[in-house]
């Protein structure tokens, strides 16, 4: 059974259930800045969590794209991912613990055919001083479901990680842990979770590789949560009733809600009873690209084949959903991946970095049936991935022969060293510790975060009152070159191809400026003609429609995003239309506009510019 079977079971085990299917949310969270990305399937569930009515019911299932930044360190691994797909169901009041439990076990046993006698469960110990009793309701249940299986499910008390590794797991199936282990919220324990914020206990499932012995290193005794890599957790069902008040104490929610995740990844190496994630269909395309262009088996460099396989899957999907490279927040996060991937390469003897797109491709022929979005902007991911990789390739070449220059005068990379390194070179810190590290060398981090801390607050000072983006105010002068500004995106998609999108905008009543994605300078000929496009649709008398829909209604319309804009359910959409109602542009936006485009005047592009890798900025302004 293959990653995308087990994806459509589980779909379809919960839609025979009741539950309507959800698509995934984006990657860049909407409405959330506590996080950069989308790290998990309750996170953007989170207002129906705490009592909000859903639109589509009380019983959802779907498959969430998350990413989890926290991971890159950790991936090189055999089960770490910094991408993955969490399949999760949820109860909005719905169901508890008495339906939830034996689904999830008749769908793993019953619909996947995974033994039983593999799986052990955990559940939450409780916490006296916080007043959170033992979860004994999921004991028992799970007592009842493994009985009729014929299995005997003993359950033992482990506490804490470190006491599970001295006590080992003493004949057990259900083992149940404090609130570090079984107890779930975005912000973790208990006590770090903020006023308001909802959480429950939880139950996992693990499944054991009985040919992985373990390993001493990791503690005297095995147990579930132990990581020497015999269990893997492939599922958890949260049970969340309470929130945390003011006083420190917690309280039940006005609903009791179901938050299930199971890992695709994770549950599909599990039934393929081989704990290397990275040897599931999803990735075999990509290692099989990197051995022909190294030239040595995945067997000989796992480390390095398994970083450059996630990264740049989770590159392909960051940029799908907006994401382009960058020095702030998640455009560095992905221009990290991307550069990590180089280093790689570089490790296995890969100089040239054409192979970066051809494994973007492969990520994006597997994934394009469970999301046509990437099969859409295939062109604008592949020209990233290669401006971006070919940028730091460069990039690299001239850090390295610094840093070996560095080497021969004391072995030692200064503050100074790495802070040039990265504000001269865009040698980013995180490559020269790793470099550092790998040759014997010395790096003095801590005066690095100084420097640049200091030149941060310079920037900062320089750059205070300056103008941002967006409308400079709402004159009339304004408000016309903000439609005009919608017009040019639209003739820009017309003639440049629709993985054109807007990343930027900055309008006065003197002027509208457009930053675009696009890898190549415009020629004359295309700079002429979206200025006839425009002006040909100015004379054409459009109307500037406004319509409020769900954002699923106006995204299947195909209206475009503001860029850095988050979205609520309920959205405005202007759209310059005809008579006939024939659309020629469609815009996420909440205006004000002309009411109609003979208003504008004649449109004229006064200047087309590079501003970054991928990105072009024109400049326009109307007369008359």
Known sequence: MNSNEVRQKFLDFYQKRGHTVIPSSSLVPENDPTTLFTGSGMQPLLPYLLGQ????GTRLVNSQKCFRAEDIDEV???????????????????????????????????E????P???????????ARLGIPKDEESIEIWKQLFQEKGIKAKAVELGTEQQGSEKGMQGGRIFLYDSKKNWWSRSGVPEKMPTGEPGGPDSEIFYEFEDTPHNLAFGKECHPNCDCGRFMEICNSVFMEYRKAEDGSFGKLPQRNVDFGGGLERIAAALSGNSDVFQLDIFQKALLTIEQVAGIPYAQNKEAFRVIADHIRGSVMMISDGVLPSNKERGYILRRLIRRSVIKGRQLGVQETNWISEIGSSYIEFYKSSYPELAQKREEIGIILTLEAKKFAK??????????????????????????????????????????EREGMGLEKEEFSKLLEEHRELSRTSSAGKFKGGLADTSYETTKLHTAHHLTLAALREILGDHVHQRGSNITAERLRLDFSYPAKLTQDQIQQVEDLVNAKIQEELDMVRKEMRKEEALKLGAEMEFGVKYGDVV????????EGK???KEFCGGPHAQNTKELGVFKIIKEEAVSSGIRRIKARLNG
């Open 53 to 56: 009515k859903h639109p589509l």
């Open 76 to 110: 090189g691994d055999n089960r770490h991912t910094t991408f993955f797909e969490m399949l999760g169901n949820w109860s909005l009041g719905a169901y508890f613990k008495q339906e939830q439990l034996p689904w999830v076990f008749s769908f793993l046993t019953d």
């Open 112 to 115: 996947l055919g995974f033994n």
């Open 117 to 127: 006698e593999k799986l052990s469960v955990t559940a939450f110990a409780g916490d």
């Open 395 to 436: 990039t690299l070449e001239t850090g390295l022969k610094l840093l070996e220059h560095i080497r021969q005068k004391g072995n030692v990379v200064s503050g100074q060293d790495a802070f040039i390194l990265f504000t001269t070179h865009g040698f980013p810190i995180e490559l020269v510790e790793e470099i550092a």
């Open 572 to 579: 405005s959409v202007y759209i310059a239309q005809d008579k």
């Open 583 to 585: 659309a020629f542009s």
